[in-house]
């Protein structure tokens, strides 16, 4: 790898190290802490527009059915459809509950 302003090399590449953490694998223990994104959104119809790209991105890029996906992803407004997803809240850093992205709005209030 190159650095594009200078060409140069990083000293970590040189030397066979990785510039970034690297996933685990079989021979790395487990992560303690569950990987959490909060994408926030200004209103609730830009919120389900983007939950709903997200779920076909993780759907594409793990290879998965669209519904492994939608686990995955957890919509938080006021609206009332999404009126059972408030108390699950609690439960996200669970390792054992599949949410990993949670999309919201700006003011929970917000139409």
Do not use: Y
């Not at 510039?19 to 200004?42: C, F, G, H, N, Y």
């Amino acid at each position: 790898m190159r650095l594009p302003h200078t060409g140069a090399v990083p000293r970590a590449a040189a030397e066979g190290r990785h510039l970034w953490p690297q996933p685990p694998d079989e021979t790395t223990k487990a992560r303690k802490v569950k990987p959490l994104s909060i994408l926030v959104t200004r209103d609730i119809k830009k919120c389900k527009a983007v939950a709903e790209k997200l779920v076909d991105f993780i759907a594409k890029k793990e290879k998965t059915k669209k519904d492994i996906a939608r686990e995955k992803v957890l919509v938080v407004t006021s609206s009332a459809e999404h009126e059972d997803n408030i108390p699950i809240l609690r439960e996200v850093d669970d390792k054992t509950n599949p949410v990993e992205w949670i999309c919201s709005v700006s003011m929970l209030s917000e139409g």
